[in-house]
């Protein structure tokens, strides 16, 4: 099947460990996404990358950094820079040109104590 | 930044009524919107997307009106179900140049359909 995956579901951690979170996808997506959604709220966007070994801050990217070596895999790392590290994380992809639709993960909820 | 809003954080309707969620954009260079569902604990959903140069687009039981004028997004939901029952999401995107793909996402309204 296709699609995005992210693992693990949930994770928890605690305060002053860095955290890495898991997104893959086999959709051959060129473009790929990090939201964070806390509690009521919209999605806030991260990090991006709209091609492979190049990523651009998003509207929150303090404490956070990604990294994109390859095509399907775009990794989020939570630091312990980042103040309110507890949220759900949505990663996505997209086609670069023809189509503006974003296609999500399931999600990690990320717990930090 | 500019971002998108809602005019409603919840909308409660009976099974089998229409339903219109609406949101108000303040990006007057944004040219696509999308709407999205969001099932709790779940990533988001495409439900359908209309770009600016239409101002109307109808997908299977939704609807969704774009009024440029008043910078007004509207989904509209026929004979709602309870499976219909989530979060719903507009987002605004502006094509072309580094932005492309980028998306910017109103706060969500909850829909709870009541049998």
């Known amino acids: 099947d296709g699609g995005i995956t992210q693992s693990p579901k949930y994770l928890f951690r605690k305060e002053g460990q860095n955290v890495t979170l898991s997104c893959e996808q086999n959709?051959?997506?060129?473009?790929m996404y990090w939201y964070r959604q806390d509690p009521g709220q919209g999605l806030r966007l991260i990090y991006y990358s709209q091609i492979v070994n190049d990523f651009q801050k998003g509207d929150i990217a303090e404490g956070y950094s990604v990294s994109r070596e390859k095509k399907e895999s775009f990794p989020l790392t939570v630091t312990s820079a980042q103040k309110n590290p507890t949220a759900f994380y949505l990663c996505a992809s997209s086609y670069r040109q023809g189509t503006y639709e974003q296609y999500f993960g399931p999600g990690t909820r990320l717990t930090v104590t | 930044g500019e971002s998108v809003g809602l005019h409603l954080p919840t909308l409660s309707v009976q099974e089998g009524d229409n339903s219109i969620i609406n949101c108000a954009y303040s990006?007057?260079?944004?040219?696509?919107f999308i709407w999205y569902k969001q099932e709790s604990g779940k990533g988001p959903q495409f439900i359908i997307d209309i770009r600016s140069n239409m101002d109307k687009r109808q997908g299977q039981r939704v609807t969704v009106l774009l009024n440029k004028t008043v910078k007004h997004l509207s989904l509209q939901i026929a004979a709602t179900q309870p499976g219909d029952s989530a979060v719903y999401f507009c987002?605004?995107?502006?094509?072309?140049?580094?932005?492309?793909?980028?998306?910017?996402f109103g706060q969500g309204t909850i829909l709870t359909v009541h049998p």
């Open positions: 959709l051959n997506h060129d473009a």
């Open positions: 987002a605004e995107g502006v094509a072309g140049g580094t932005s492309y793909g980028k998306l910017t």
């Open positions: 990006n007057s260079a944004s040219d696509y």
